[in-house]
């Protein structure tokens, strides 16, 4: 049985490959936390190993990859300032967890055969690239998949907002955010079986409804950009090539 399904998944996916994709250029936000697995913390490689691989399926397609990634699998700087950590010296220690996450991505990306290339907003010359705006672009459009490390470089600020700053600077058509439920719900979905999901859903109505999508400063930013926001579930197998091809796969908020 488990064959035959993966013979059925196999030839779907070939067959959505030869559609014509919804989106040339996408930054992909993933949380720290995703890189853990079935983990309590740290890094799973059998989960980076699945991730480089969903990436490769679309870079195969021609689509030009930009990809931000947290860190609090290693280290949140909100939580640590909680405890009694100065805030500033907590957050930069949150964007070098970010870096730790963002080679362990680069290596099982190159693993896959995917050309790649780590910047960083904090400069660490000897393990990434300062992040050079052109620079970048220029590695999306040699369709090199970049990693932008080190959020913005500044406290106070967290990876959605650095995710939402580099999409619109980059020229980015979505923002995907890669997260293990499938999609905005009224409620979280976890902890409540009576919560439904949005198919498409307005900014306006995200913020009326009080939805939590990103943190407020990354989400006005997108919507003061004009620049659409996709929440799907990454752990699904196929899923990234279903969401840049157009399928209706997640949420889209959209203006």
Known sequence: MQCFCAKRLSLYLQNLSTQPMQYKRILLKLSGEALMGKRQYGIDPERLADYAQEIKSVTDKGIEVAIVIGGGNIFRGVAGASKGMDRVQADHMGMLATVINGLALQSACEDA???????????????????????????LDKGRVVIFGGGTGNPYFTTDSAAVLRAIEINADVILKGTRVDGIYTSDPEKNREATKFDFITFDDVLRKGLKVMDTTAFTLSQENELPIIVFDMNKPGNLLKVVSGENVGTKVNL
């Open 113 to 139: 055969d995917v050309p790649t290339r780590l910047q960083s907003a904090v400069k660490i010359n000897e393990v990434a690239e300062p992040f050079i705006r052109r620079k970048a672009m220029r590695h």
